[in-house]
């Protein structure tokens, strides 16, 4: 359920005003090793941001250039026949601009594979420390069942919108029928998750939505979206046991994290534009 909600979250829009938009697109940022990266790159990685600060937004193309740098430089390839496969299974067509995004987020995953994740680890006595000093977050919200039809245009957005308010039991079919995401062949169905895991773009629609009711369109830069909550569960509260997988993968984010920087700073040369690194905010020591 994390990684539907986190697929779309990676390509939420994000829009600021700032001193930014005077630099034109073709301008050199930053030099990393031997790569240059430009004002275009950056804006394009905006557009992934979630409302993300402009020096958060800069610390993940920086990250992202440099594993990109790195798979060049030890020569790493991934097979079309992947990419195609990979873009099919999210239901989307694969097109250039697509197949090109999704084989350079591969070929990330597998520098970090290589060279990060052999460093990543999470022991028992952390899970318990975590869960000790956590335990409040581990008394569940409200538990909601969802489904989704995502649709390309607005319009057939709001006339497929239009039959389920007038019939909710019809939203499985006219999921099968129009979504274009791939758990259409579900009906729709998402899956079940807690509600405070819900992303801002989706969450106030959620909270209010009652069971069996359809959502107002949300649209996103992958289209327009119709969420229908088919199930509400009281919150409880979880055990160690329960807990422990979503302790481990937050650890592990967590270890992730440190280790990508820890990678990065031992293994990349960064030099950043003073002017632009002052309207970001951007230490000039930073690496």
């Known amino acids: 359920m994390k990684t539907f909600f986190a697929f779309f979250a990676l390509f939420a829009f994000f829009a600021v005003v700032s001193g930014c938009s ?6 050199v940022i930053a030099q990393m090793n031997a790569r240059p990266i430009t004002m275009r790159q950056f804006r394009e990685t905006q557009l992934r941001g979630e409302g993300a600060p402009e020096a958060e937004i800069f610390r993940q193309l920086l990250m992202r250039e440099a594993l990109l740098d790195r798979a060049q430089t030890n020569r790493l390839t991934i ?62 919200g409200n538990r909601l069942a969802i489904r989704q039809i995502l649709l390309k245009s607005k319009a057939l957005a709001e006339d497929v919108r239009r039959e389920v308010v007038n019939d909710s039991s019809q939203f499985v079919a006219l999921a099968e029928r129009h979504s274009v995401a791939p758990e259409r062949k579900r009906g729709g169905f998402i899956g079940i998750f807690d509600e405070a895991e819900v992303p ?18 949300v649209e996103t830069p992958y289209g327009f979206h119709l969420l229908q909550i088919t199930e509400r569960r ?45 309207l970001i905010g951007w230490q000039l020591s930073k690496r």
């Open 79 to 140: 097979l079309q026949d992947k990419v195609i496969a990979q873009v099919k299974s999210s239901g989307m067509d694969p097109s250039p601009v697509l197949l090109k995004i999704i084989e350079e987020q591969m070929l990330v995953e597998l520098v970090i594979s290589q060279e990060v994740a052999p460093h990543i680890s999470v022991t028992d006595d952390e899970v318990q420390s975590y869960f000790q000093d956590h335990g409040d977050e581990f008394k569940s």
């Open 200 to 217: 801002a773009m989706f969450s106030a629609v959620v909270r209010t939505l009652a069971a069996g009711a359809v959502s107002p369109v």
């Open 234 to 278: 009281p919150a409880a509260s979880n055990s160690i046991e329960t807990a422990r997988p979503v302790i481990v993968k937050r650890l592990e984010a967590d270890a992730r994290e440190r280790a990508l920087r820890e990678w990065f700073r031992s293994t990349v040369r960064c030099s950043v534009h003073p002017k632009f690194a002052k």
């Open 22 to 27: 005077k630099i034109p697109d073709d301008m």
